[in-house]
């Protein structure tokens, strides 16, 4: 069992940036996959990056590719997400997830553990 808690989300003009943070409770962090996904009003929750238990593995969805960087810390059981470049498309509650699946899943049924939500919003 894992509890997620993202921080660091809020309001930014065109071209900014935000680092967004996850921090989980239990002593399993390390064996499992991270993922952040992002969820626009009235649409569906989409995959935005995912990184390996040991850090050594990501995957970006291609509208971040280049943007945004994953990253993790399994000593101080946190998980990053550096957003540069925003743009109003941007503008989304970003979600923490962990998988205790191996793959890099990009499917939110890949997920088994779910944080609360920040809400990052990007003004033109």
């Known amino acids: 069992q894992v509890q997620l808690v993202e921080s660091g989300g809020g309001l930014v003009q065109a071209g900014g940036s935000l680092r967004l943070s996850c921090a989980a409770s239990?002593?399993?962090?390390?064996?499992?996959?991270m993922g952040w996904f992002r969820q626009a009003p009235g649409k569906e929750r989409e995959f935005v990056a995912v990184?390996?238990?040991?850090?050594?593995?990501?995957q970006y969805a291609d509208s971040v590719k280049g943007r945004f960087a994953i990253s993790r810390d399994n000593a101080k059981n946190t998980v990053n997400l550096t957003m540069n470049s925003l743009r109003p498309e941007d503008t989304a509650v970003y979600y923490c997830?962990?998988?205790?699946?191996?793959?890099?899943?990009?499917?939110?049924?890949?997920?088994?553990?779910w944080g609360q939500g920040t809400q990052v919003t990007v003004s033109s």
């Open positions: 997830a962990a998988s205790v699946r191996l793959r890099l899943g990009v499917r939110t049924t890949e997920y088994d553990y």
């Open positions: 239990g002593r399993t962090f390390s064996t499992y996959v």
């Open positions: 990184i390996s238990w040991s850090g050594g593995s990501t």
